[in-house]
């Protein structure tokens, strides 16, 4: 008969096998109950000096669904840490592994039991492991608990860190596209995050760049979704995804290439296009949920926009007027929600009616705007290596005499 070694933490392990498989029998009178809690142990020890660690997980975990109903909070959190900390005695990060897949598998089974303790079970695990896969698998298994059991609200504040997880995980492209998507499906169910949901949809649909064409059919409905929570979304105005592959191959698509021709003119085009676009697919608007009259007004802080990036500098208010179609009172208050929006960074010339741009925004970041602002970089280093090199050609002028003199008093 194999004996218990004498570390608390086994001694820990046997007491979660001996209390959970009470509880499994307890229904069955103590006559039942005794020797099968006594088997239980027994393996329980056996692997315990074998360094069983992925059958002793399994072992611990068959009764442990019982534990959500019939203990307390407290109790499941300290029994399951118990059973996730097994991840930490094994040497074999394929055992590790599998010990993980035991663990997420059960809490999984019953998301809309308890699932706040649930989440808190498996953040621990995640803070055990040491292998990066295990920890990226871990962190999706919470995502789709947090969906399932509907407490998205705790795991949000982790996608601020997503950046530094993907250095730390380093996983593929198949694996930041699960990982990105599944955080704009739970963005997007707020709608005051529309734009990290839009964000991370965005870096979803760049993960496809150099894709051929059937991998980039996968990714059809997204780029659709992303065009539409654009058009819909009221505070953002910039676009970048006009030119990805994922969302370029809309363009000639039977079903989405009217979509695509919308992102198009909102990002490029002005008002007065829109306009032309609803008469001929007003339906269609209605469709993807689209508000004309919404639209309407996003077009015509976007055709401002457009305006203040003239090379002059100025925009007539008359010609704000025209292109937004509004009325001559109306001016002033549309420049205004621009300014506000921090779209444009202008003064009103009220005397002279015109609006005086000190400081436009680009509709689309992309290449142009890339080159263009290297080309800034450029002068701006040039510039400075000018001042440099006149700081120091003055300072050898002025410092010369003073040294010759020191050389004389020598």
């Keep these: ?32 109950a005794e020797p099968q809690v006594s088997r239980l142990c027994m393996e329980a020890e056996e692997f315990i000096v074998m360094g069983k660690w992925l059958e002793l997980a399994s ?35 394929d055992e590790a592994m599998e010990i993980v897949k035991v663990v997420t598998a059960k809490i999984l089974q019953q998301p809309n039991e308890k699932p706040a303790v649930r989440l808190k079970i498996l953040i621990n695990l995640y803070n055990l492991l ?65 734009k990290d949901a839009l964000k991370f949809l965005t870096s979803y649909l760049a993960t496809f760049l150099g894709e051929d064409a059937q991998v980039l059919s996968e990714a059809k409905e997204e780029a659709a979704h992303a065009i539409v929570e654009f058009v819909r979304a009221p505070d953002i105005f910039q676009c970048d995804i006009l030119d990805m592959p994922a969302v370029a191959q809309l363009e000639k698509d039977a079903k989405y290439g ?23 697919n007003s339906t269609l608007l209605k469709t993807y949920g689209l508000v004309h009259e919404e639209c309407i007004a996003k077009m015509r802080l976007m055709s401002l926009v457009d305006l203040s990036s003239d090379a002059s500098g100025t925009i007539p208010y008359e010609l704000i007027r025209d292109t937004l179609q509004i009325n001559d009172d109306e001016v002033e208050l549309w420049v205004v929600r621009a300014i506000t929006a921090k779209l444009i960074d202008c003064k009103l010339d009220q005397m002279n009616q015109v609006v005086v741009v000190s400081h436009p925004t680009d509709r689309v970041f992309g290449q142009h705007q890339w080159q263009a602002l290297r080309t800034k970089l450029v002068t701006w280093r040039g510039n400075v290596a000018n001042v440099i090199t006149t700081i120091q050609a003055n300072k050898i002028t002025e410092d010369g005499p003073q040294a010759a003199q020191g050389l004389v008093a020598r």
């Design 1 to 32: 008969m194999a004996t218990v070694v004498p570390t608390s933490e086994e001694d820990a392990a046997l007491s979660v096998v001996r209390f959970t498989s009470e509880l499994a029998w307890a229904d069955a009178g103590p006559e039942v």
């Design 59 to 93: 072992l611990m975990i068959t009764s442990a669904e019982l534990i959500f109903s019939k203990v307390s909070e407290k109790d499941i959190e300290s029994i399951f840490t118990i059973i996730c900390n097994l991840v930490t005695k094994t040497v074999n990060p």
């Design 130 to 194: 040491e292998t990066p896969y295990c920890q990226f698998y871990v962190y999706m298994k919470t995502l789709n608990l947090a969906i399932d059991g509907k407490v998205t609200e705790f795991i949000i504040p982790s996608f601020k860190k997503i950046d530094y997880f993907l250095k730390d995980w380093k996983i593929g492209i198949p694996e930041q596209r699960e990982l990105f998507l599944a955080i704009s499906n739970i963005l997007k169910e707020n709608r005051s995050m529309s």
């Design 258 to 280: 009217l979509l695509y021709e919308l992102l198009k003119i909102f990002v490029t085009q002005r008002l007065d296009a829109y306009l032309d676009y609803h008469t001929a």
